[in-house]
């Protein structure tokens, strides 16, 4: 069975500032998707980002990146220009079909 | 707008009843998929289906059941079986193998069930 873990329960950043989440995974497969999903106050989970393991360039959308090291099985998320709209539960999850998620990292933004 | 709706929002069942709840999808995707969170950890797999009439158990099935009728449609029944059922859950949906965004879940908004 694949394994999702997320080291930090809990991180801060200040408003403008980067933060960078961290994620590793365990995995005999080659070819997967690596995501992280964001969930607000509200609950609703939302799609951050995508990876596909096949390829090398580093998956961005916006003030979100990711760093992924296929050979270390990392996937780790950065904020830039962080916002207090970004404060939320961040969860790493990997696919080869059914999604396996981490634990999540409580992100909390101060003005 | 496309999207994924569940309902109710919030559900109250006394113990040995089965509650029934709702996904629908109009985002023409093939799979769907239930999810179960409980406090402090992610998500964890109840059942998910690929097509129309089939459907497979994830890591915790025990205590639920599912249908898919239809493509667009996914109920998950939490029978009196499930010893602790209250938690907050979550259908997702996606489309399946070669097509674009493959293995992308989109999910509801989720349904927070209580046991009284």
């Known amino acids: 069975a694949q394994t999702v873990t997320q080291s930090q329960p809990e991180m801060s950043v200040q408003e403008a500032e980067t933060v960078t989440l961290s994620c590793t995974y365990d995995?005999?497969?080659?070819?997967?998707?690596l995501f992280w999903y964001k969930q607000p106050p509200s609950r609703q989970m939302i799609l951050v980002i995508r990876q596909e393991a096949y390829k090398q360039q580093n998956a961005t959308e916006n003030r979100f990146s990711v760093n992924f090291q296929k050979a270390a099985k990392s996937f780790s998320l950065k904020i830039s220009d962080s916002q207090l709209g970004d404060a939320a539960m961040y969860f790493c999850a990997y696919s080869n079909g059914a999604l396996n998620f981490g634990k999540g990292t409580s992100l909390l933004v101060t003005p | 707008d496309g999207g994924i709706t569940q309902s109710p929002k919030y559900l109250f069942r006394k113990e040995g009843q089965n509650v029934t709840l709702s996904c629908e999808q109009n985002l023409n995707h093939d799979a769907m998929y239930w999810y179960r969170q409980d406090p402090g950890q992610g998500l964890r797999l109840i059942y998910y289906s690929q097509i129309v009439n089939d459907f497979q158990k994830g890591d915790i099935a025990e205590g639920y059941s599912v249908s898919r009728e239809k493509k667009e449609s996914f109920p998950l029944t939490v029978t009196s079986a499930q010893k602790n059922p209250t938690a907050f859950y979550l259908c997702?949906?996606?489309?399946?193998?070669?097509?674009?965004?493959?293995?992308?879940?989109?999910f509801g908004p989720g349904t927070r069930l209580t046991v009284l």
């Open positions: 995995t005999s497969e080659s070819d997967y998707y």
């Open positions: 997702a949906s996606s489309t399946v193998g070669e097509a674009v965004e493959a293995d992308t879940q989109y």
